[in-house]
């Protein structure tokens, strides 16, 4: 885990620049919000800010309750993702993951119930994306197979360094026999980042494409899922409840049968009636009653591309204004055809 010199402040305090250190010389200031963290079960968020320490270390998260929350991890189970990763650094590391063990062997005799309780958890919630990467690599250290839905926002430029780590860990689990399904929206098929990762994963891979998906999902092994747990993904549930993550693998076999593979060759698809199969998903939205911006998400496009569609329908239909638009749609039959 990097180490850095964090510097956040609660309103109505001065910025005080928290000390770079590693888990193993956790400070004073950490050791003291942590301690009363496991007395007393949870604390604010804004009780926590001047220790940031705590939550990149996952020795605090979220409460699934209350995002204005945070509740404490058992001791032992932070100490294990600690060690775990200590695990496979060289020689010299192992000194620390010593040190580690020796500052967590005092908080232990003080989790006491609580360690039990959380033990058990199977919806736990993780903040900061660094360490939700990191549990994701975690998650598919022994993982044979993966189930990904990825929506198009999760392609911008700015996150080229999280697709970089996500190849290297999925090529190492095609190496060890596992297989990849992914599904993306129709307006990813030909983009040039899903291009790249697709020629250069080796093994079992296979991606889809729909017009419509949801938010990002990810399921390791049929056994756990990660989704979203807000609008900018800064937090993440990690779910173990085998009966939602059944639910959720359902939900993804049965999307994953309609989309359409994706193809080198498959350029373009053919119009109906002079409609193309994206002027066709936009106008089942437009009929719906949804704006040019939700059509544009909805389908994984700008607002600019998806007004260009727009016009293009209207054009085809005779279509002078946008109230005749959805009537013309209604009288043309082209939603009751089959593609």
Known sequence: MTEETYDRKAPGVHSVPHPAHGPEDLCAAGTEVYVRALREGRLRATEAQS???LTAYG???PALDDLDWLEPEA???ALHRLLRSSEDRVADERR?????????DSLMRLSGRHDAASANTLITVHSEKEHISSILDEAMIDATEVLAIQPHNSYAPSKAAYREAALSRDQDLLDRGGRIRAIYQHTLRHAP?????????QGDVQARTLDEVTDRLIIIDRAVAFIPANEDRSLALEVRQSALVAYLTTTFDRLWHLATPMHPQAVSQPTLNGITPRQRAIA????????DTDIADRLGMNVRTARVHIAKLAATLGSESRAQLGYLIGQSGILDQEP
């Not at 939205?285 to 949804?290: A, S, T, V, Y």
């Open 96 to 104: 620390r993951s010593e040190q580690i063990a020796e500052k967590f």
């Open 75 to 77: 001791p032992t189970v």
């Open 284 to 291: 089942a939205l437009l009929i719906e009653g949804h704006t």
């Open 51 to 53: 220790v940031p320490c």
């Open 59 to 61: 020795m605090l998260r």
């Open 193 to 201: 980042p899903i291009a790249a990762r697709y020629e250069r994963l």
